[in-house]
């Protein structure tokens, strides 16, 4: 469940928007994590395996805080995350209970954990931003996840805003929010996602330059041509 150092510094350079271009041509729509942005306005971006939690909705019997001395507990799956995982939490839209507060996101930055995301929300709020954790979420409420979650399990498969993620997908997260990279397909973007970031980026030279769209986004050929031409002299 490890990325190679050349896989997240090639990731750490692409957008989540050139991510989700790259994927819709491979017929991937839905790999967008509905309901979580940065809490932190100038988070970097950030790239990690994901490392799944998953809440269903809450039950007295089970939703209390003595579970959370339970063996099955965010506790304990906390403490099986390997360093440079991401976790990926299925809260189900909630948004009246907070999945992790600042001890938990503490101790996963201790651990080494690449970020967090959730379609759900934290809880203490200023705490969370000071341990320096990455946490891409919906908001914050105060109420602990008892309140209207149960937590289940970690390391399954799960739906979070609506995306399907499996352990081990590639996360990727910026100010755009985050994108699921199925690991199957994690090479063919690997090889694709530079070029696409260059080939955007001359189109945006172009545009300031006072290029018009028609033919240059997409390009026709011979704006193809004059971008391959630019290209030999890089």
Not at 95 to 106: E, K, M, P, Q, R
Not at 140 to 153: E, H, I, N, Q, R
Not at 166 to 180: F, K, L, M, Q, R
Not at 200 to 228: C, K, Q, S
Request: charged residues 25%; negative net charge.
């Amino acid at each position: 469940m490890t990325l190679d150092r050349d896989a997240i510094e090639t990731l750490r350079g692409v957008t989540t928007a050139t991510l989700t271009t790259i994927l819709l041509k491979k017929g991937l729509r839905n790999v967008w994590i509905r309901g979580a942005m940065p809490l932190h306005r100038d988070q970097p971006r950030v790239v990690g395996p994901a490392f799944t939690f998953r809440f269903v909705p809450a039950r007295e019997d089970l939703a209390t805080p003595a579970a959370w001395a339970s063996p099955i507990s965010t506790r304990a799956a906390i403490e099986a995350m390997p360093e440079g995982a991401f976790a990926v939490i299925d809260a189900m839209g909630i948004s009246d209970a907070g999945v992790f507060g600042d001890i938990l996101c503490a101790r996963m930055k201790k651990r080494g954990a690449a970020g967090m995301v959730t379609d759900g929300v934290v809880r203490d709020l200023a705490g969370v931003l000071g341990t320096g954790l990455p946490v891409w979420a919906s908001g914050a409420a105060a109420p602990p996840s008892v309140a209207g979650l149960t937590f289940v399990g970690w390391e399954e498969t799960i739906g979070c805003g609506g995306v399907c993620v499996i352990p081990g997908d590639t996360v990727v997260a910026d100010s755009d929010g985050a994108v699921i990279i199925p690991a199957a397909l994690l090479p063919e973007v690997l090889a694709e996602a530079p070029e696409q970031e260059r080939m955007e980026g001359w189109i945006v030279d172009e545009v300031e330059r006072g290029e018009r769209l028609p033919g240059l986004y997409p390009m026709n050929e011979e704006t193809r041509a004059r971008y391959e031409a630019w290209r030999k002299t890089q």
